[in-house]
């Protein structure tokens, strides 16, 4: 359809509304309301619904909280209307006329979460994973007990990569990371966001990146940051997730005007901070961070289409089968599926694409007690696309997206397409390495 | 990044020509902005429905009526792409449906069906899903047809489809075609009736979607059978139905199956009548489009329009595409441009006058604004601005102002093109399947 795109609706996504035809298109692919009756639909809680919103008085409705911020509506609607945005920005009207809840606050704050999880750690994940404290969890706070936290590590990733760092300047050695980048001369320069996950829970994942960027060439740093603000916009906390936006942006940017570029492993937090901090913050300099962040599978991507992508991947003993699921805020970006791409270039690996289906679990959404079983019932049909498929390993660029598939499939494992890079690179270099041995051996043999 | 081929476009025109494409070894990219046409379609192939703007009877039989037209207009599209091919791209179509599930069916002898719509009025088609083909209302070759008087069901809290009017209409059109010298006699006749939807939580209006992921379930079915039944009990207007009539939502994916045992359960036959967008049938063609070119490879970028093409010594270079974090570009060795006609966007109208904003194609029209349409929205003659289109050369290659090629690496299919009014013709789906198959073979 005709859209009528001019400055103001671009400056401001609830101008959209109006663009409207209410083909119901959106409706067609909400995940939310083709499981549940208590969603009214993006077309009504979004553009429809607008309009009572622009009054002097406007109405609060709080039907968009069940809105799980796909952004799926956003995709599909041929007119350029931004429902998914405008649902966001009525929720966080509502919180802030009305108050937030606790729950909702604390998930919001899932830096936070992270931060004590981390300094209790491993005592955090004990208590954590206890039934009575979920229960309790369940009844006081309205997390569903069904759910259970990501461990917390004792130590962040910021510090062990800060370690790591200095480690070498002094020139101790014991690090599994290879240390030197291969093409010095012609280096790219990366600054790492590395999001609250690879951070507090998931630190291999960060190494890993790193690794893999390293191993191609490029200088790695980790600048200062903090949460990209997702969760807290998801809750309706607005201005918290303004002010970390701000941090960020001044942080990145200092990286991004020395001509780094800045590469994120967590979808969300990537759509976040390159998107909704134009679009739903209105934040001032984002665009400028905006120009040269990549996702990470993106960005290795882009590398091999200039040749600069090291091809060495030694395959596993046996072929690799894998699926892969594609995150919706993977979706979002609009650069297609490149870590389908990245993942056939290993040799022995057989990637399944499990289509377009949507998981389910929306970051926080699904944690909340009266949306898990909402959660599920949109996970079902991924869940069974992964079960006929048969394959033992899911890759996801999602954090949320690779828990929710633990969750619903426990027999699968799921992971990060950079970890399976790392591991090819691994056995690469390990191969390598027995390869040099046995032709020390070989030449030594000749000599005697 | 660098394809093949680029294919601008993700309606009809677009997924077949990204299909063929593709099917023949290329690397394809198929580029969408949202999604459209076909969520917003009948689900049924229209091959030429209308032999002239304002006809008040439809064609009979399609390809002798396409023969002519080619010969009339020789600037329309299916003049362009010739009838073997119109053809043949028809016959591969139907082969996808059938492998993706969602098989097709026409009349035995290659004439038009005539489907009852969501208003009740007629529509001249050449091809529609299984799930439809009962609703025909004359078997206009006389061999076998499909005829007994009709039950048309809709659901309570529905508001897209109103059982009683499609009814009523139908009995009008019957007077109307009865009154024709030589065509039907025996027009069904037509009740509606009005049922609740079982086991609802009356928290919202229903939408098609949500009905058709009900009707996926055989409990649903079944208590939708016996509400129908009771009313078959009751019915006392006198007609002998036999054939229940339900909008167009029997099942997302799953419709063959549950049309099959609707029909166990009531021992009548069923059909599905298309309604207001979302079009469940187009979300099912659509699944089928989509899932078919994944397969064979193609790329497919949702949500991101093109917004501008690099072209050089007249050949298309790349195109950029905004995406929601940044403006990328896409090389090809051909592109294929699907974007739709006024109504889908592929052609821009402002102040002065229309143009396709991508390329900067030129678009002929009536130079005096008045022209561009009727006073009447639903004049029968059709308004001239639905006629806004790209003018082509034999090999679908848009031209320029000069009337040469203009772009030698660029292709138009679908909507976009000039020469055709399939708003009134009743040719759409015909003309993006044929030029969109035509596009794929030639890029």
């Given at each position: 359809m005709a859209t009528i795109q001019d400055s103001e609706t671009e400056r401001d996504p609830r101008l959209t509304s109006d663009q409207c035809i209410k083909c119901q298109?959106?409706?067609?692919?909400?995940?939310?309301?083709?499981?549940?009756?208590?969603?009214?639909?993006?077309?009504?809680?979004?553009?429809?619904?607008?309009?009572?919103?622009?009054?002097?008085?406007?109405?609060?409705?709080?039907?968009?909280?069940?809105?799980?911020?796909?952004k799926t509506c956003n995709l599909v609607c041929p007119s350029g209307v931004k429902p998914s945005d405008l649902n966001t920005l009525a929720r966080a009207n509502y919180v802030a006329a009305r108050g937030q809840v606790p729950r909702n606050w604390l998930l919001g704050h899932a830096e936070l979460l992270g931060r004590l999880g981390s300094a209790a750690a491993p005592l955090t994940n004990l208590v954590l994973r206890d039934r009575l404290v979920k229960a309790i969890m369940e009844k006081v706070m309205g997390i569903s007990k069904e759910r259970t936290f990501p461990a917390y590590a004792r130590r962040t990733f910021a510090r062990r990569f800060a370690g790591r760092k200095r480690g070498r300047l002094h020139g101790a050695g014991g690090d599994s990371v290879p240390s030197r980048p291969r093409q010095a001369a012609k280096a790219r320069k990366v600054?790492?966001?590395?999001?609250?996950?690879?951070?507090?829970?998931?630190?291999?994942?960060?190494?890993?990146?790193?690794?893999?960027?390293?191993?191609?060439?490029?200088?790695?740093?980790?600048?200062?940051?903090?949460?990209?603000?997702?969760?807290?916009?998801?809750?309706?906390?607005?201005?918290?997730?303004?002010?970390?936006?701000?941090?960020?942006?001044?942080?990145?940017?200092?990286?991004?005007?020395?001509?780094?570029?800045?590469?994120?492993?967590?979808?969300?937090?990537?759509?976040?901070?390159?998107?909704?901090?134009?679009?739903?913050?209105?934040?001032?300099?984002?665009?400028?961070?905006?120009?040269?962040?990549?996702?990470?599978?993106?960005?290795?991507?882009?590398?091999?289409?200039?040749?600069?992508?090291?091809?060495a991947f030694e395959p596993g003993e046996s072929p690799l089968r894998l699926a892969y699921h594609a995150p919706c805020h993977l979706k979002a970006h609009g650069v297609g599926y490149p870590a389908v791409k990245l993942l056939q270039l290993i040799p022995g690996v057989e990637v399944t694409d499990l289509g377009?289906?949507?998981?389910?679990?929306?970051?926080?959404?699904?944690?909340?007690?009266?949306?898990?079983?909402?959660?599920?019932?949109?996970?079902?049909?991924?869940?069974?696309?992964?079960?006929?498929?048969?394959?033992?390993?899911?890759?996801?660029?999602?954090?949320?997206?690779?828990?929710q598939i633990e969750h619903g499939v426990p027999e699968v494992h799921a992971v990060h397409p950079a970890i399976l890079l790392r591991e090819a690179y691994r056995r690469a270099e390990a191969r390598g390495r027995a390869n040099g041995r046995s032709a020390e051996r070989y030449s030594q043999d000749k000599d005697k | 990044m660098t394809y093949d081929v680029v294919v601008i476009g993700g309606g009809l025109a677009g997924l077949v020509a990204a299909n063929v494409a593709a099917r023949r070894g290329k690397g394809v990219l198929l580029i969408a902005e949202g999604l459209a046409s076909l969520h917003m379609a009948t689900g049924c192939i229209d091959l030429l429905g209308y032999a002239e703007p304002g006809d008040a009877m439809p064609v009979i039989r399609p390809w002798e009526a396409l023969e002519e037209l080619s010969a009339q207009a020789p600037c329309h599209p299916y003049a362009k792409v010739g009838r073997p091919l119109v053809a043949e791209s028809l016959e591969w179509?139907?082969?996808?449906?059938?492998?993706?599930?969602?098989?097709?069916?026409?009349?035995?002898?290659?004439?038009n069906l005539l489907l009852p719509t969501g208003l009740g009025t007629v529509r001249p088609t050449y091809l529609a899903p299984e799930t439809m083909i009962s609703g025909n209302l004359a078997d206009l070759s006389g061999n076998t047809g499909d005829s007994g008087d009709l039950l048309i069901v809709g659901f309570e809290g529905f508001r897209d489809f109103y059982p009683a009017y499609v009814a009523e209409n139908l009995n009008l059109?019957?007077?109307?075609?009865?009154?024709?010298?030589?065509?039907i006699s025996n027009w069904p006749h037509a009740a509606g009736v009005q049922i609740g939807v079982p086991d609802s939580t009356n928290m919202r209006d229903l939408s098609a979607v949500d009905l058709?992921?009900?009707?996926?379930?055989?409990?649903?079915?079944?208590?939708?059978?016996?509400?129908?039944?009771?009313?078959?009990?009751?019915?006392?207007?006198?007609?002998?139905?036999?054939?229940?009539?339900?909008?167009?939502?029997?099942?997302?994916?799953?419709?063959?199956?549950?049309?099959?045992?609707?029909?166990?359960?009531?021992?009548?036959?069923?059909?599905?009548?298309?309604?207001?967008?979302?079009?469940?049938?187009?979300?099912?063609?659509?699944?089928?489009?989509?899932?078919?070119?994944?397969?064979?490879?193609?790329?497919?970028?949702?949500?991101?329009?093109?917004?501008?093409?690099?072209?050089?010594?007249?050949?298309?270079?790349?195109?950029?595409?905004?995406?929601?974090?940044?403006?990328?570009?896409?090389?090809?060795?051909?592109?294929?441009?699907?974007?739709?006609?006024?109504?889908?966007?592929?052609?821009?109208?402002?102040?002065?006058?229309?143009?396709?904003?991508?390329?900067?194609?030129?678009?002929?029209?009536?130079?005096?604004?008045?022209?561009?349409?009727?006073?009447?929205?639903?004049?029968?003659?059709?308004?001239?601005?639905?006629?806004?289109?790209?003018?082509?050369?034999?090999?679908?290659?848009?031209?320029?102002?000069?009337?040469?090629?203009?772009?030698?690496?660029?292709?138009?299919?679908?909507?976009?093109?000039?020469?055709?009014?399939?708003?009134?013709?009743?040719?759409?789906?015909?003309?993006?399947?044929?030029?969109?198959?035509?596009?794929?073979?030639?890029?």
């Open positions: 298109i959106c409706t067609a692919y909400c995940p939310v309301a083709r499981v549940t009756d208590r969603f009214p639909g993006p077309k009504f809680a979004g553009p429809d619904s607008q309009r009572l919103r622009f009054l002097p008085e406007p109405v609060l409705d709080l039907s968009v909280d069940f809105c799980i911020n796909c600054a790492y966001f590395a999001g609250c996950f690879a951070n507090y829970n998931d630190l291999e994942l960060g190494m890993a990146v790193v690794e893999v960027l390293e191993h191609n060439g490029c200088e790695v740093v980790v600048p200062p940051q903090v949460c990209c603000g997702l969760p807290l916009i998801a809750n309706g906390e607005m201005a918290a997730a303004r002010k970390n936006g701000e941090f960020n942006i001044k942080s990145l940017g200092k990286f991004a005007a020395a001509g780094y570029d800045i590469v994120f492993s967590s979808t969300s937090c990537g759509l976040t901070v390159r998107s909704d901090y134009q679009n739903l913050l209105g934040l001032e300099g984002a665009e400028r961070i905006a120009a040269r962040a990549y996702d990470i599978s993106e960005y290795l991507l882009l590398l091999h289409d200039e040749g600069r992508l090291d091809l377009k289906i949507c998981c389910g679990i929306g970051g926080t959404y699904g944690f909340k007690k009266e949306k898990y079983q909402i959660s599920m019932d949109i996970g079902q049909e991924l869940f069974e696309a992964i079960r006929n498929s048969g394959v033992p390993l899911v890759a996801s660029d999602c954090e949320t997206c690779r828990i | 179509f139907a082969g996808l449906c059938r492998e993706g599930g969602c098989p097709l069916a026409g009349s035995t002898g290659g004439e059109a019957g007077e109307r075609y009865g009154a024709h010298p030589g065509w058709a992921v009900r009707f996926e379930r055989e409990e649903f079915r079944r208590k939708v059978a016996e509400k129908i039944k009771e009313v078959l009990a009751r019915l006392t207007c006198g007609a002998e139905v036999a054939r229940v009539g339900f909008p167009a939502v029997l099942g997302l994916e799953k419709a063959v199956e549950a049309r099959h045992d609707l029909e166990e359960k009531l021992g009548l036959r069923v059909f599905e009548i298309p309604i207001l967008p979302p079009s469940v049938p187009g979300l099912r063609l659509a699944g089928v489009l989509e899932k078919a070119a994944r397969a064979a490879g193609v790329e497919v970028l949702l949500g991101s329009p093109v917004v501008g093409a690099e072209v050089e010594n007249g050949r298309c270079r790349s195109v950029t595409v905004r995406t929601p974090v940044r403006e990328n570009r896409y090389q090809a060795e051909a592109f294929v441009l699907a974007t739709g006609g006024v109504l889908g966007g592929g052609i821009r109208v402002d102040l002065d006058g229309p143009r396709e904003p991508i390329f900067g194609l030129p678009v002929g029209h009536p130079p005096a604004r008045e022209d561009w349409s009727r006073p009447q929205l639903m004049a029968p003659e059709g308004h001239a601005f639905l006629r806004f289109g790209v003018e082509v050369d034999g090999g679908l290659r848009p031209l320029g102002r000069d009337g040469a090629v203009a772009i030698e690496n660029l292709l138009a299919a679908g909507s976009l093109l000039a020469g055709h009014g399939s708003c009134n013709e009743q040719s759409a789906e015909g003309i993006a399947i044929a030029t969109g198959y035509a596009a794929g073979r030639w890029c």
